[in-house]
């Protein structure tokens, strides 16, 4: 059959101008509204809310021992916390420097375990760890037993960013820290009254009992409690990525160099495309239960919702397994879960609208998952 040449341009147009279309245009000519994305297919696709949640730590807390007054300085900290890693998240920054922000704001507070207010160790020296996960690239820093380090959390992305490894401790991560810059602090910094009240207690009680019982979460002589006072954060930004990051002191009168799950990349801090995790809570069982990372392995294998997963892991397996503590954990649609088998937990979390939300204990405020 001949075509004229009139009606072969006339095909060759078409074809350039399909050619030429945005994809994701559907063929009914459905626009796309603010906010969205499109499938392969052209199908409107919502993106994830993104936010930011944070954690003071899990343990014995309980409103009897916790001043109106006390209460209320936790919880400006917390907030600040959470408007620090929100300003980031809301001018398109990553995730990776919300959870940075957000720590480090804890790490500069008295009343949490992790840098300005570390528990001390039995020789009455403070050791600092922590640790970051970009979920995008899975690239992660760590450190242990920094004694000199103002923010740990910032060395520990200095590992992720600047050298080839992922963990450094001690003195050779102090003289990686001085190389890139990183102001050293006297011990003295990190001094405060309670935390060294704290060990006097725990010495007192080991002196009537065999060491290994006198080792003990935080315990705070203010309020009579004892808590796994590490601090925590983890963040999903604009552009889908995730972050998790965690600091802490560690135990009261932990001794022979003793390191916690938080700088244990899957145990305490673990981050990957499906979702972040970070832990509080007595250390070893996180480290053999490898909790950060079996919440995500099972959002991802076995399709359990964020909640659920976390859940499972939490009150089921470190129940079981005698281990007490919590965690905070966000996935890449925007959902959050904060479950803690303790009495209390200093938690919070904040979205898209800029209204932090913190609570402190089981039947508190911050949501449905928080028992």
Same mark, same amino acid.
């Given at each position: 059959m001949l075509v004229s040449s009139t009606s072969l341009r006339r095909v060759l147009v078409l @074809?350039?101008?399909?050619?030429?279309?945005?994809q994701g245009c559907s063929h009914t000519g459905a626009a796309r509204t603010d906010g969205?994305?499109?499938?392969?297919?052209?199908t409107p696709v919502r993106k994830p809310k993104w936010g930011l949640v944070i954690h003071g730590g899990a343990g014995v807390i309980s409103r009897e021992n916790l001043s109106p007054e006390r209460e209320a300085e936790v919880r400006a900290a917390l907030t600040q916390s959470l408007e620090a890693g929100h300003a980031v998240l809301a001018r398109g920054g990553s995730a990776l420097d919300a959870v940075s922000a957000a720590v480090?704001?804890?790490e500069d507070s008295p009343y949490f375990n992790a840098g300005k207010g570390a528990v001390f160790t039995h020789d009455g020296v403070n050791e600092l760890d922590a640790a970051i996960m970009d979920g995008t690239t899975r690239k992660a820093g760590a450190v242990a037993g920094l004694r000199h380090v103002r923010n740990p959390i910032e060395l520990a992305r200095l590992v992720m960013e600047k050298s080839p490894h992922v963990m450094m401790v001690g003195e050779g991560a102090e003289a990686f820290a001085k190389t890139q810059g990183v102001a050293l602090v006297d011990p003295k910094y990190f001094y405060t009254e309670d935390r060294w009240q704290g060990l006097q207690r725990a010495l007192e009680k080991e002196r009537a009992q065999p060491p290994s019982s006198s080792v003990q &979460? @935080?315990?705070? &002589?203010v309020t009579g409690d004892h808590k796994f006072g590490t601090v925590g954060a983890v963040a999903l930004d604009q552009n889908g990525g995730l972050a998790a990051a965690t600091s802490t002191g560690g135990m009261t009168n932990k001794r022979f160099g003793r390191v916690g799950d938080s700088p244990i990349i899957g145990a305490g801090t673990y981050a990957d495309p499906t979702c972040a995790v970070s832990a509080t809570g007595h250390g070893e069982f996180f480290i053999r239960y490898t909790v950060a990372r079996d919440i995500c392995a099972r959002v991802e294998y076995q399709s359990l919702p964020l909640q659920e997963a976390a859940?499972?892991?939490v009150n089921d397996v470190l129940v079981q397994a005698g281990g007490e503590g919590g965690v905070i954990a966000m996935d890449r649609e925007g959902n959050i879960a904060m479950p803690f088998n303790s009495s209390g937990m200093y938690r919070g979390h904040v979205g898209e609208d800029g209204k932090p939300v913190v609570a402190i204990f089981q039947d508190a405020e911050a949501g449905a998952d928080a028992k």
């Amino acid at each position: 059959m001949l075509v004229s040449s009139t009606s072969l341009r006339r095909v060759l147009v078409l @074809g350039a101008v399909m050619l030429l279309a945005p994809q994701g245009c559907s063929h009914t000519g459905a626009a796309r509204t603010d906010g969205e994305q499109a499938t392969s297919d052209g199908t409107p696709v919502r993106k994830p809310k993104w936010g930011l949640v944070i954690h003071g730590g899990a343990g014995v807390i309980s409103r009897e021992n916790l001043s109106p007054e006390r209460e209320a300085e936790v919880r400006a900290a917390l907030t600040q916390s959470l408007e620090a890693g929100h300003a980031v998240l809301a001018r398109g920054g990553s995730a990776l420097d919300a959870v940075s922000a957000a720590v480090r704001v804890l790490e500069d507070s008295p009343y949490f375990n992790a840098g300005k207010g570390a528990v001390f160790t039995h020789d009455g020296v403070n050791e600092l760890d922590a640790a970051i996960m970009d979920g995008t690239t899975r690239k992660a820093g760590a450190v242990a037993g920094l004694r000199h380090v103002r923010n740990p959390i910032e060395l520990a992305r200095l590992v992720m960013e600047k050298s080839p490894h992922v963990m450094m401790v001690g003195e050779g991560a102090e003289a990686f820290a001085k190389t890139q810059g990183v102001a050293l602090v006297d011990p003295k910094y990190f001094y405060t009254e309670d935390r060294w009240q704290g060990l006097q207690r725990a010495l007192e009680k080991e002196r009537a009992q065999p060491p290994s019982s006198s080792v003990q &979460p @935080g315990y705070d &002589p203010v309020t009579g409690d004892h808590k796994f006072g590490t601090v925590g954060a983890v963040a999903l930004d604009q552009n889908g990525g995730l972050a998790a990051a965690t600091s802490t002191g560690g135990m009261t009168n932990k001794r022979f160099g003793r390191v916690g799950d938080s700088p244990i990349i899957g145990a305490g801090t673990y981050a990957d495309p499906t979702c972040a995790v970070s832990a509080t809570g007595h250390g070893e069982f996180f480290i053999r239960y490898t909790v950060a990372r079996d919440i995500c392995a099972r959002v991802e294998y076995q399709s359990l919702p964020l909640q659920e997963a976390a859940r499972v892991v939490v009150n089921d397996v470190l129940v079981q397994a005698g281990g007490e503590g919590g965690v905070i954990a966000m996935d890449r649609e925007g959902n959050i879960a904060m479950p803690f088998n303790s009495s209390g937990m200093y938690r919070g979390h904040v979205g898209e609208d800029g209204k932090p939300v913190v609570a402190i204990f089981q039947d508190a405020e911050a949501g449905a998952d928080a028992k």
